[in-house]
């Protein structure tokens, strides 16, 4: 397994502004996701970070909105640009090892946008 | 019709029942499964992971896949309070590489004591 964690914790946020989440791993991995989970929804994912290179993003989301950084193996940041209240949401870290296919997950960032 | 459907429950059982948690999708190609425990403002905790088709036991939980049916299951037996959470199955296509995964909507599992 991993230990993922994720600064910082909670935040609230005022609209328009914008937010880095950073995750922190324990060792170095090979994949690390971005996913969304807003209340009553499913885990979404946002984005796989690519360490030195652009990150993939799903359907429905964009760089402009949520770039995201992967400067080495064991680091990601993803930022949450010109914040709106829909914005409102726990934004999860996770990595796979690449040691066998289980996927971790980091404790999330509670982000309020008022 | 989404892809992985959830009954979000609350499923409210006594303590020491047997609980069974189930997801139904509707991709075929999806291969590797995994069921996961969040407890609340905690993020998910990975419980079970099986590949295809079969059973996988671990401890008081046992996650079984009929990849036909395209139906995934998880029980636990000797429920405990500390069950209570949120569990939530999650799948993917091909299991490595940049292949996220697919989540169901989660089921509020409660045990009372």
Redesign the interface.
Same mark, same amino acid.
């Given at each position: 397994s991993a230990v993922i964690s994720q600064k910082p914790s909670r935040d609230i946020c005022q609209r328009g502004t914008s937010l880095t989440i950073q995750c922190q791993v324990d060792s170095q991995v090979t994949m690390m996701f971005w996913y969304r989970q807003q209340p009553g929804q499913s885990l979404t994912l946002i984005a796989t970070a690519n360490q030195g290179s652009e990150a993939t993003y799903e359907s429905g989301f964009v760089i402009d909105k949520f770039p995201i950084s992967r400067p080495n193996l064991t680091f990601s940041t993803l930022t949450v640009s010109n914040m709106s209240p829909e914005d409102s949401s726990i934004y999860l870290c996770s990595v796979r090892t690449g040691v066998t296919y289980e996927q971790y997950f980091g404790p999330g960032t509670r982000l309020t946008v008022t | 019709q989404?892809e992985?459907e959830q009954d979000?429950g609350p499923l409210s059982v006594p303590e020491g029942a047997i609980v069974s948690l189930n997801c139904t999708y509707s991709n075929s190609a999806f291969q =590797?499964f995994?069921w =996961?425990r969040q407890y609340s403002?905690? *993020?998910?905790? +990975?419980l079970m =992971?099986t590949?295809s088709s079969g059973n996988k036991e671990d401890g008081r939980f046992t996650a079984q896949v009929d990849k036909s049916s395209k139906y995934i299951s998880l029980f636990i037996r000797d429920s405990q309070p500390s069950d209570s959470a949120t569990y939530?199955c #999650?799948m993917s296509e091909w299991? %490595? *590489? #940049?292949d %996220? +995964?697919?989540?169901?909507? *989660?089921t509020h599992l409660i045990i009372q004591p």
């Amino acid at each position: 397994s991993a230990v993922i964690s994720q600064k910082p914790s909670r935040d609230i946020c005022q609209r328009g502004t914008s937010l880095t989440i950073q995750c922190q791993v324990d060792s170095q991995v090979t994949m690390m996701f971005w996913y969304r989970q807003q209340p009553g929804q499913s885990l979404t994912l946002i984005a796989t970070a690519n360490q030195g290179s652009e990150a993939t993003y799903e359907s429905g989301f964009v760089i402009d909105k949520f770039p995201i950084s992967r400067p080495n193996l064991t680091f990601s940041t993803l930022t949450v640009s010109n914040m709106s209240p829909e914005d409102s949401s726990i934004y999860l870290c996770s990595v796979r090892t690449g040691v066998t296919y289980e996927q971790y997950f980091g404790p999330g960032t509670r982000l309020t946008v008022t | 019709q989404k892809e992985v459907e959830q009954d979000p429950g609350p499923l409210s059982v006594p303590e020491g029942a047997i609980v069974s948690l189930n997801c139904t999708y509707s991709n075929s190609a999806f291969q =590797y499964f995994m069921w =996961y425990r969040q407890y609340s403002r905690k *993020g998910p905790e +990975l419980l079970m =992971y099986t590949y295809s088709s079969g059973n996988k036991e671990d401890g008081r939980f046992t996650a079984q896949v009929d990849k036909s049916s395209k139906y995934i299951s998880l029980f636990i037996r000797d429920s405990q309070p500390s069950d209570s959470a949120t569990y939530l199955c #999650a799948m993917s296509e091909w299991g %490595g *590489g #940049a292949d %996220g +995964l697919t989540f169901g909507k *989660g089921t509020h599992l409660i045990i009372q004591p």
